[in-house]
């Protein structure tokens, strides 16, 4: 069956880097884009960007263009995360996810990101 | 950017009977191929969301037939028809149609029983 199983939780300083990973399994990783969400404590759920694992395309949010680099290493069928200039506002759960908008929709477990100093 | 509104905030419901939540779009999200791409999701505590309507009213395999999508243009409803115990956590409404410049997620709404 379809699994996104990520890397574990991570305590970072402001400032740092922090890098989550997603590996997929059971179907071909390079049909489909994967999405990236996170969600702060008591706050809602905030897109990220997405990247087509298909071709290394990728789109961000905004609020985090020169901040965050998303990658896909189509040899591990695993995408990565990277996020930079820490803040303890990135505190938060983060979500990788593969068809999120049609077809069927599936979550990785997340992974919390704990920034303070 | 799209802005998602959802309402209310928190929704108090009791057991058995039906719910609705509401959600608002400050554009219109009927994509140039005719589809709608709003979608719905459940989260409980401690779990990862869990995608329950996409394209408006098309349910993911496996969700119950008491939830319901519907709406057009701009207004969107999310209706539970009779209310279960596992229902009770976090709904967000999310608009696809403006991908991939933007997806965006509403608010969210707390249902409690």
């Known amino acids: 069956q379809v699994q996104l199983v990520q890397s574990g939780a991570e305590v970072k300083k402001p400032g740092d880097s922090v890098t989550v990973s997603c590996k997929a399994s059971?179907?071909?990783?390079?049909?489909?884009?994967i999405n990236w969400v996170r969600k702060a404590p008591g706050q809602g759920l905030e897109w990220m960007g997405w990247?087509?694992?298909?071709?290394?395309?990728?789109n961000y949010a905004q609020k985090f263009q020169g901040r965050v680099t998303m990658t896909a290493d189509t040899s591990t069928s695993t995408a990565f995360l990277e996020m930079r200039s820490l803040r303890s506002d990135d505190t938060a759960v983060y979500y990788c996810?593969?068809?999120?908008?049609?077809?069927?929709?599936?979550w990785g477990q997340g992974t919390l990101v704990t920034v303070s100093s | 950017d799209v802005v998602m509104t959802q309402s209310p905030l928190s929704l108090p419901v009791t057991l058995g009977q039906p719910a609705s939540i509401s959600c608002r779009s400050s554009?219109?999200?009927?994509?140039?191929?005719?589809?709608?791409?709003l979608s719905w999701f459940h989260q409980r505590p401690g779990q990862s969301p869990r995608r329950l309507i996409y394209?408006?009213?098309v349910r993911d395999s496996g969700v119950p037939d008491r939830f319901s999508g519907s709406g057009s243009g701009t207004d969107f409803t999310l209706k539970i028809s009779r209310v279960e115990a596992e229902d009770v956590g976090l709904y967000y409404c999310m608009q696809g149609t403006h991908w991939p410049r933007a997806l965006t997620f509403g608010g969210g709404t707390k249902v409690e029983i």
């Open positions: 059971g179907y071909s990783f390079t049909s489909y884009d």
């Open positions: 996810v593969r068809g999120l908008i049609s077809g069927t929709c599936n």
């Open positions: 394209k408006l009213s």
């Open positions: 554009q219109s999200l009927v994509d140039t191929d005719g589809n709608i791409y």
């Open positions: 990247i087509s694992t298909y071709n290394g395309e990728t």
